[in-house]
């Protein structure tokens, strides 16, 4: 039985949630979790099969690339023609590139980044603006990641963009408390389709460094995203919550 099967009836009840890379994986699991809850879920993706996951829910999809400032302000712009308003704002599209900076490509690079940095920046800018503007709270969620914290073989751009999401994340806090809360969530090993070509002999290798011994499902930070977005989490701003199974804990 995973987390899905424990959503707050009305927890979310009418507002208005904005998730990225919503289409699948992490994305999909909260944009299903938020809509059980009650909120009205704009999926923003590159993928159109997002647009399939917002017509199931109930939702809206808007096709967009979080590396263009100018999709991500009509991203906001097409959120409030459809809902009126933006109260959770969700940060969680990413580009990677796993392999050493030597083989890697400034190209590369500027692609990773250009999501992790450039379009969690922008996605918090009209997020605020809005919230802002609304005279109301709002949340923002920004999907950090265990890479945040420790550094592997060939994760230099992916790490640089997820260390990037817990500094801007704490200055958010900051800069627009108490009004509008940020809060980071950073995941281990999710059990999503990025983790399936992943040879047995070397996900067992990951899986024994984990002393939870197993990936978690999506559905499990979906879980997590629900209560941080809530007023249950008020007082909750400026930090990182970790999802690893126990794995940063060993050093």
């Known amino acids: ?73 009509a991203l906001a712009d097409a959120t409030v023609a459809s809902f009126g308003r933006i109260d959770i704002w969700h940060n969680n599209a990413f580009s990677a590139v796993f392999k050493p900076i030597h083989e890697q490509t400034l190209e590369e690079f500027d692609t990773i980044t250009g999501v992790g940095i450039r379009g969690y920046w922008m996605g918090a800018k009209v997020a605020v603006e809005q919230m802002r503007g609304q005279g109301g709270k709002g949340v923002i969620v920004n999907t950090a990641s265990v890479q945040s ?62 002393p939870a011994a197993r990936a978690a499902q999506p559905e499990e930070v979906a879980a997590l995203a629900a209560f941080i977005a809530s007023d249950e989490a008020d007082y909750m701003s400026g930090t990182a919550v970790i999802l690893d199974g126990a794995y940063l804990a060993i050093g």
């Not at 707050?8 to 979790?33: L, S």
């Not at 994760?155 to 958010?172: D, E, H, I, N, P």
Request: a negative charge; proline letters at 4%.
């Open 149 to 210: 914290f420790v550094g592997e073989k060939g994760f230099s751009a992916y790490q640089a963009t997820k260390g990037a999401v817990l500094a801007m994340t704490r200055s958010l806090a900051i800069d627009h408390a108490p009004d509008i809360r940020a809060v980071a969530i950073a995941p281990g090993l999710i059990a999503t389709n990025a983790i399936k070509g992943i040879p047995d002999d070397v996900m067992e290798g990951v899986i024994a460094d984990i």
């Open 1 to 73: 039985m995973t987390a899905r099967m424990f959503p707050v009836p009305g927890r979310h009840q009418d507002r208005v949630y904005v998730i990225t890379g919503g289409a699948h994986g992490i994305g999909r699991a909260c944009a299903e979790r938020f809509a059980e809850e009650g909120a009205r879920v704009m999926i923003a993706d590159l993928d159109d099969r997002g647009a399939k996951v917002a017509d199931a829910i109930g939702g809206a999809f808007h096709k967009t690339d979080m590396s263009d400032p100018d999709a991500v302000r």
